[in-house]
């Protein structure tokens, strides 16, 4: 499968990608996995090559809250791997997945100076986009976040057809709620309202967006 565009792995060399290989080995994981556990120590990363995941944490209430959802070519626990601190989120796999594992990931980096560089330059994308969805949370109601983690899902991973986008849904209703900063209830709600303007139509883990303009006008 080919990496998302603007993840880890597109942005590599056909002969960084071979490096990256050399060192490391294949792992597959089923749907629902922790591949990865907030709080452990390790000093490994994952370059995704099939499927998605999860990358979420708990508050203190033990209330999950979705963080990102990645796909092929996502690299995953770069941080702890770097500075030796504990995981700060777990990672779930919301399918069958598969990636490469490279320990001492630190050594790589050494030893492939350009890589290093881009690595700063994708850390810097996430954290501008942790900023502008705490700014989301703030300014948007839930309607709106559920309408821009949509077009968020469109963007990535959807197919067009007849009917509009169709998007398949990795994500429950309840993980959706952690994604958006709401309750399941209000994401309910908010699917409802986004049905019954027309915009999207759902079903068991999937949605048809119609009206993609409409939902973007929605979003904002």
């Keep these: 499968m080919d990496p998302e565009p603007g993840e880890f792995l597109s942005l590599l060399t056909d002969e960084e990608v071979q490096a990256l290989r050399a060192v490391g080995r294949i792992r597959r994981w089923d749907r629902g996995t922790a591949v ?56 779930t796999a919301l399918e069958p997945i598969a990636g490469i594992v490279v320990r001492d990931f630190p050594t790589f980096l050494e030893q492939h100076g350009r890589i290093a560089v881009l690595l700063m330059q994708l850390v810097s994308g996430r954290l501008r986009d942790a900023d502008r969805k705490r700014i989301e949370y703030g300014a948007f109601d839930t309607t709106g976040r559920v309408a821009t983690r949509l077009l968020e899902l469109a963007e990535r991973y959807g197919e067009k057809t007849n009917s509009g986008v169709r998007v398949a849904l990795p994500l429950s209703q309840d993980e959706l709620a952690g994604w958006t900063g709401s309750s399941r209830e209000a994401v309910s709600k908010a699917l409802r309202t986004l049905r019954d303007r027309g915009l999207i139509e759902t079903g068991r883990r999937r949605v048809v967006i119609h009206d993609l303009d409409g939902l973007r006008k929605r979003a904002r």
């Design 36 to 91: 990865m556990s907030e709080g452990d120590t390790s000093d490994w990363v994952l370059v995704l090559l099939e499927g998605r995941v999860k990358v979420s944490s708990h508050t203190s209430s033990g209330t999950e809250v979705v963080l990102a959802v990645r796909g092929p070519g996502g690299l995953l626990g770069e941080l702890s791997a770097i500075d030796g601190s504990p995981r700060s989120a777990t990672v």
